[in-house]
């Protein structure tokens, strides 16, 4: 996937400028909270839950070597194969090679932000293997030439004509003249297109949300089906995982997906949560012939035990996201690459250098809801701060900034010059105000108040009021 | 060193930089041997104050957009489906697999549905399973893989009914891994398990809920009260 958080900046303006997207977001501002939220409220043990779930993914994480182990052995035994793979690079070389030895044509691809985190279809059309995205919304994506714009509603972004021009453009040999008046329709439509590629790949791709070391399965969590079509039809079933997402027992994977559904569309649990455990067995009638999982590291090994250790515990449940004020303005694509939002803005600097993902960790109003709504207990606004540290250590933020930090600080050591040069600055302000007491517009800072009113200061500073009322005290 | 090893050894080597007193290596395989073979059960969510379970299954059936009905016997399902498929105009062709339990349902005389067996191929209009279970705290059935219930009737058609005996239901997920393990082993399962709560869905259009996504459109679950 083409990296664009550099442009971070640029692609917050445009959004915010774009007022289908804007339009698209208001469903995430209302949908999403308000589901988590009463999800929350329907089960007294929501809490309970978190803590246990987080205390689990920090049991495994502190054995994670001896759990790999030990899954990679149950997975051998149930005739499954595992690959281990580093980077990104040998993951795909590990599926290009298993499409290869089945003269594989075309593979279907339940939603996985893994592969999209190794950039796998592109890949794959370079090799001349046709990936076919099946999930409603990745569909719709794919069609477009689009990345997922948010990990688990990837569509999020685009409102009912958009899809429905595309499908106009996509499918011509369907009557020109057809209604698509409902989204009943479009969904119909997707069905049926994608009936036929289920049924004639030859490769079925998938994630995982977690990996059971118990009994070496692979559980995938959908409300569609199709991660489910994806990997009984195809004669091979590839499974593509992070190594964090591994969980002990199916007692750990209980306690996490309870959390997880809630967490992410408020449900109480996905229409279907599968394990699969190895291929098809002697007496089966259908089911995969070769099951493989490709173990995916990509920097995640050297994570551990860093002050971005606790990142590992993500479920890629998008509650922060969904809860996040800067998401909320400006939607997934700005953010450049895979992971958007608050947990993107902590991963993505560790796999794709700070020196690229500089501005995201900066983005954040530090208001710490993605925290609080983290059924993990991920701390991001801390390992933002880390990140904005490492950042500034590194001299990578722009000279301006370094510079104005550098001046602020000055003058925060010399407080009655500081106090002196404010109360200019106040007063100055409160007279641009006039009597509407905002502030519009301002010199050299128009790409702030574009989109933000300034309430103009009113009275003393605080310094001036504090002195007052200690003196009036006395 | 192969990429396998590279990733166990880079894992130990930053357990062992960040963690001062990580334990010895035969107390830390031990924890984990101990953690799978006692398998935990953490924090249930308490029910005791939901109705009966019974109740609280169908309530959640319903809640997940799936028809439930109850009867007392095989011989009764089979008069129910023949009369979910009647009232659904739905053709009289039903495609199973070899479940012994279905050899219990009596088909009304003259109208026997046609029966088909084996795995679907995409064309089935309705189909038939048996669950293994049923999981009271959130309405869902679990249904195992194998040529008795091949995983594909779960997918593929667009109308799937399914079976489950009363004496399956269990209360919780966890009562189901107790069940699964008794069933295939530990440590062991069928190829697939299915956790089934409703009919296929999508809401990736502008985010509005609509039933029938890639699996079936309509979900029928029959409780059997009979004992086995
Ligand atoms: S960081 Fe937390 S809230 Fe965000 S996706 Fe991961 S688990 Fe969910």
Redesign the interface.
Known sequence: MKISSPEFKNNACNALDDNQLQG?LR?VRK?FVKKRADARRD???FD??RD?ARA?KD?TL?????????YEK?VIE?GGKVH???NAA?ARGIIMDICRKSNARTVTKGKSMITEEISLNEFLEANEIQPVE????EY?IQLRGENPSHII????HL??DQ?RDEFRKAHTHLPAERSMDE??T???EA?QI??DK??SADVGITGANFLV?????SLIVT????G??TQ??PRIHVVVAS?EKIV?????M??IT?VLARSA?GQ??????????????K?????PEEYHVV?L?NGR??????EF?EMLRCIRCGACMNHCPVYQAIGGHAYGWVYPGPMGSVLTPTLIGIDKAGHLPNASTFCGRCEAVCPMHIPLPKMMRFWREREFEQHLSAPSHRRNLTLWAWFAKHPSLYRFVTSIGMRILAIWGGSAKRINWLPMAGGWTKFRVLPAPEGPTFIRQYQRAKRNAR | M???D???S???Q??T???KNLSSSDE??Q??RR??GS????????LSSKHKLLTLFQE?VEA?EASYSKVKSYVDAAAEIQQYLRQHNLPQRIRMGKDKRFKKLKWGKGDSPQIQT?????KDFVCLSHAQGGIC??G?LVLT???DN???L???PETHIILVNKKDLQEN??DS?KA?RRGFGR??????????????????????L?L?????LRLHVIVVDEAK
């Open positions: 698209a469903h949908n089960l007294p043990e309970a839950l246990s689990i049991h502190a054995h994670l070597d001896l759990y790999l182990e030990h149950k149930s281990w793979a580093t040998e099946t999930d409603l919304g719709i509603a990837p569509a999020v409102n009912m899809i989204p009943e479009l969904l119909r069905r994608l009936r289920f049924l070391a118990e009994t070496g399965s409300n569609e089906g199709n489910d079509l009984i039809i190594i002990p027992t199916l007692e750990d209980a306690q309870r569309t109480e649990t996905t229409v279907y949560s599968t394990l699969s455990t190895g291929p098809k067995r007496t089966d009638e259908d089911g173990l590291d090994s050297s994570m551990l035990g860093t250790s | 192969n990429s396998r590279k990733i166990l880079n894992i130990r930053s357990l930089s960040s963690q830390r395989k924890a984990v953690r799978i398998h935990p059960r953490g924090i249930i969510p308490d959640k997940s084996g795995p679907s191929d995409g705290e959130t869902t893989s194998g040529p091949p995983t594909s779960n997918f593929l997920y966890e891994w699964l440590g062991k399962l069928s190829r697939t398990v299915n956790m089934i709560t409703g009919p296929s869905r999508s809401a990736d259009i502008e985010q509005t609509i029938g996504a890639h699996g079936p």
